[in-house]
């Protein structure tokens, strides 16, 4: 894989050049936001290994940013804050997945393993619908009726997901690990947060709601028999 790392920590950076290096990746490393860009805009990139506090900006900017150009790379944050607001703060920014220093080069592997796994598996064009709720997988957008919904990089995997199961009952377990890729926390309400902001979008004035709890079981999108 061709992987960016930016990282502005030189420990850090060696550590995950060498170790990338080894595995038989293509690496290039830089060490702010403004070389970063430059280096997107001239390479194509399997992979962005992307530390949160840059010297000239931070991460989540530049993955808004960058998805605001539709650029759909795998992203990846590795940084060291870690709590569940700071979680949904990279999710919701576009990254897709997040990894906690200190953490060992085996699980950044496997994650980047499953991230281009899923990124590849995707189709390059797909309209999923439901009802009169229509997901454009080229375009990126969601319609309810005729109502443009926005949704965040990280809610349009979501219902994405539902599509490709829809009607299948998926569990909070399932949505964190191959969603969010995240290892699920019974602990934590990462999930319900979630499913609350996509259900808000949308099933908000709806007479007919598509996404369903299924108590202890986790959700569905399906339209209910009257
Ligand atoms: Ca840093």
Same mark, same amino acid.
């Given at each position: 894989?061709?992987?960016?790392?930016?990282?502005?920590?030189?420990? =850090?950076?060696?550590?995950?050049?060498?170790?990338? @290096?080894?595995?038989?990746?293509?690496?290039?490393?830089?060490?702010?936001?403004?070389?970063? $860009?430059? $280096?997107?805009?001239?390479?194509?990139?399997?992979?962005?290994?992307?530390?949160?506090?840059?010297?000239?900006?931070?991460?989540?900017?530049? $993955?808004?940013?960058?998805?605001?150009?539709?650029?759909?790379?795998?992203?990846?944050?590795?940084?060291?804050?870690?709590? %569940?607001?700071?979680?949904? *703060?990279?999710?919701?920014?576009?990254?897709?997945?997040?990894?906690?220093?200190? /953490?060992?080069?085996?699980?950044?592997?496997?994650?980047?393993?499953?991230?281009?796994?899923?990124?590849?598996?995707?189709?390059?064009?797909?309209?999923?619908?439901? !009802?009169?709720?229509?997901? !454009?997988?080229?375009?990126?957008?969601?319609?309810?009726?005729?109502?443009?919904?926005?949704?965040?990089?990280?809610? /349009?995997?979501?219902?994405? /997901?539902? /599509?490709?199961?829809?009607?299948? %009952?998926?569990?909070? @377990?399932?949505? *964190?690990?191959?969603?969010?890729? =995240?290892?699920?926390?019974?602990?934590?309400?990462?999930?319900?947060?979630?499913?609350?902001?996509?259900?808000?979008?949308? !099933? $908000?004035?709806?007479? @007919?709601?598509?996404?369903?709890?299924? @108590?202890?079981?986790?959700? =569905?999108?399906?339209?209910?028999?009257?």
């Amino acid at each position: 894989m061709k992987v960016l790392i930016v990282e502005d920590e030189v420990r =850090v950076a060696n550590f995950l050049r060498k170790g990338l @290096r080894e595995a038989g990746h293509d690496v290039d490393a830089v060490a702010n936001g403004q070389k970063a $860009c430059e $280096c997107v805009a001239n390479t194509e990139y399997d992979m962005i290994l992307l530390d949160w506090m840059l010297p000239d900006t931070s991460g989540i900017d530049l $993955c808004l940013d960058w998805r605001k150009q539709a650029l759909r790379i795998p992203i990846i944050m590795v940084t060291a804050k870690d709590t %569940t607001h700071d979680l949904i *703060s990279a999710l919701d920014g576009g990254a897709d997945d997040y990894l906690i220093k200190p /953490f060992a080069l085996a699980e950044l592997f496997a994650r980047m393993r499953a991230l281009h796994r899923r990124s590849s598996e995707i189709p390059p064009k797909a309209t999923f619908k439901l !009802d009169d709720l229509v997901l !454009d997988w080229a375009s990126r957008e969601a319609r309810r009726s005729k109502d443009q919904i926005y949704l965040s990089p990280r809610e /349009f995997s979501l219902l994405e /997901f539902f /599509f490709r199961n829809l009607g299948k %009952t998926i569990s909070k @377990r399932e949505l *964190s690990e191959q969603v969010l890729g =995240v290892h699920h926390d019974a602990n934590t309400n990462l999930i319900e947060v979630h499913i609350n902001h996509l259900r808000n979008k949308l !099933d $908000c004035g709806s007479k @007919r709601p598509l996404i369903h709890t299924i @108590r202890g079981v986790g959700y =569905v999108l399906k339209v209910l028999e009257q």
